[in-house]
């Protein structure tokens, strides 16, 4: 029986195969990721239109915390697959509080800074502000520097039997071959 990794990628254009492949920590990162924001926007928004109605960036940062939960047990145990011989979870969670710092940041700017809020601005104008800044930018920084700092500081030792190659038990796909 094929592994979910093998039935996702027979679904993929051929010439997509090898590419992710070769990339596949950052397609599962990027999948977590994925996930975590869906939750951390979710989240967001339920905290900013019920009792944080009047802290945007304490809204932020409590879903962002939630979300960072999460992606650490994911991220431990499918996109990077670590032992968890090392001190990793101390190690991620101070990437992760720098990370969240990132994330807020331009969120905190746009409304202090820039004054992009009620009265300034209209409140649909506000929210428009607030997502493109603190969800969009924040999180596309900090996705960055995350998975550069989890690659190169957290989760440096894959697990015992592992190897660079492909998935255990994966077939690569055949590639067309052009004919004349």
């Known amino acids: 029986m094929p592994s979910p990794t093998q039935r996702v990628l027979a679904r993929v254009p051929a010439r997509l195969r090898p590419f992710l492949v070769r990339h596949r920590r950052l397609v599962k990162f990027l999948t977590v990721g994925s996930g975590c924001f869906v939750l951390t926007t979710v989240i967001d928004l339920e905290l900013k239109f019920t009792v944080l109605e009047h802290r945007p960036v304490a809204a932020l940062t409590v879903a962002t915390v939630v979300a960072t939960a999460v992606s650490y047990v994911l991220n ?37 800074v820039l004054q992009l809020r009620e009265p300034y601005i209209g409140p649909f104008q506000q929210e428009i502000a607030d997502f493109l800044s603190g969800m969009v930018l924040g999180t596309f920084v900090a996705t960055l520097f995350r998975y550069w700092a989890m690659r190169r500081w957290v989760f440096t030792s894959p697990v015992a039997g592992t190897h660079a190659g492909p998935e255990p038990g994966y077939a690569a796909p055949e590639m067309p071959r052009d004919v004349p």
């Open 76 to 112: 431990r145990r499918w996109a990077f697959r670590t032992d968890g011989r090392r001190p990793e979870a101390v190690l991620f969670f101070l990437v992760s509080a720098v990370a969240i710092g990132v994330n807020v940041l331009p969120l905190a700017l746009s409304r202090y």
